[in-house]
């Protein structure tokens, strides 16, 4: 017997299909839907199709948009002669929060990740190598995140640059700001030596 | 400035409006969206709209149907004069999976909970005393939860139903069946006595 009405199942069975979701929660999630009401019900399904239909990827620097160039490519007093090089678009947005950097960017939209089947070719190399030999670049930060993959990743792409004679550099390692010596790990902590600066 | 793309950032919010989702994940499920082939990204904006058009409640017993009636409540072989009362409807489905049942239900959604302001009337009690006050109903057993809220409850209704000659019950209280004695608390232990019985 088939216990929920099959369109309150079908919508459970969507929610289950998203990351982090169990089955639990999906029912939840589809019993609080069908109790709000149909103009949410409409906005929401309104805002799928709408998110899928205008956004794209910038074909600068694959960052994600809603115009034909975004708005940190198309925007005059950016040096874009300094790409920084992020695994995703939520990095952009981490570092535009800093205020400190002045160039532009280029989103890879994944690291290599053998255990997951991500090779180099499913993040978007091709195209900062395209940019690089191109463009009027001087200089390609990496700032993929600080662990193995993204690390390997660096690795990867700064091996590729080094016949084209740009400059490649890499995040400062260290110790957090606002943070306790006696709780930063061994390997920060010796990093944040080797990388000592004079004052 | 703005970081993310107006639609993606629409999309992120509506997450955000669900229970139990926080911004960060939401903001990873609209990405995941975003991801999506559009015929998928279609099919969950669908089913959005197809649960809240065809979902109703049941006008004999208020459980969730894409039927007139719904199934339970339409089944000759079902035994209309026993009606087991059941907060959510997604309890119906509990007590159907234990095929023990053969009456049928009456779901409130929800309990009565002075602090979040859900009273009397906004549960659906008026409609299970004129089921009761129509029909040839012999026995209501209360199957709300053993918390407060739901104990509550069950007595509130139990004694509106006191001076309409049916026969209220509760469900049994005890040790769950595959548990251990050293881990059930006192008082489900001390229900258990009072409630035991010859073998």
């Not at 199709?49 to 694959?62: E, G, L, M, R, S």
């Given at each position: 017997?088939?216990?929920?009405?099959?369109?309150?199942?079908?919508?459970?069975?969507?929610?289950?299909?998203?990351?982090?979701?169990?089955?639990?929660?999906?029912?939840?999630?589809?019993?609080?839907?069908?109790?709000?009401?149909?103009?949410?019900?409409?906005?929401?399904?309104?805002?799928?199709?709408?998110?899928?239909?205008?956004?794209h990827?910038?074909?600068?620097c694959?960052?994600?948009?809603?115009?034909?160039?975004?708005?940190?490519?198309?925007?005059?007093m950016?040096?874009?002669?300094?790409?920084?090089?992020?695994?995703?678009?939520?990095?952009?947005?981490?570092?535009?929060?800093?205020?400190?950097?002045?160039?532009?960017?280029?989103?890879?939209?994944?690291?290599?990740?053998?255990?997951?089947?991500?090779?180099q070719?499913?993040?978007?190399?091709?195209?900062?190598?395209?940019?690089?030999?191109?463009?009027?670049?001087?200089?390609?930060?990496?700032?993929?995140?600080?662990?193995?993959?993204?690390?390997?990743?660096?690795?990867?792409?700064?091996?590729?640059?080094?016949?084209?004679?740009?400059?490649?550099?890499?995040?400062?390692?260290?110790?957090?700001?606002?943070?306790?010596?006696?709780?930063?790990?061994?390997?920060?902590?010796?990093?944040?030596?080797?990388?000592?600066?004079?004052?």
């Amino acid at each position: 017997m088939q216990y929920f009405p099959a369109a309150l199942q079908e919508l459970a069975d969507q929610f289950a299909r998203l990351p982090g979701i169990g089955g639990k929660t999906a029912q939840r999630l589809a019993f609080y839907v069908l109790g709000l009401p149909m103009e949410d019900a409409q906005s929401f399904a309104d805002a799928i199709i709408d998110a899928k239909n205008t956004v794209h990827t910038c074909p600068v620097c694959q960052n994600l948009t809603d115009r034909d160039i975004c708005a940190v490519c198309d925007d005059d007093m950016r040096d874009k002669s300094v790409v920084c090089v992020v695994a995703e678009p939520k990095d952009v947005i981490a570092l535009e929060r800093s205020r400190e950097f002045n160039g532009v960017y280029h989103v890879l939209h994944g690291v290599i990740s053998p255990l997951n089947h991500i090779t180099q070719d499913d993040i978007r190399i091709r195209e900062l190598l395209a940019r690089v030999a191109n463009g009027d670049i001087r200089e390609v930060i990496m700032a993929t995140n600080p662990d193995t993959e993204g690390e390997a990743t660096a690795m990867y792409i700064s091996r590729l640059l080094r016949p084209m004679e740009v400059k490649v550099t890499r995040l400062a390692y260290g110790i957090p700001v606002g943070s306790q010596l006696e709780y930063a790990d061994e390997v920060t902590l010796s990093r944040a030596l080797e990388g000592r600066q004079e004052i």
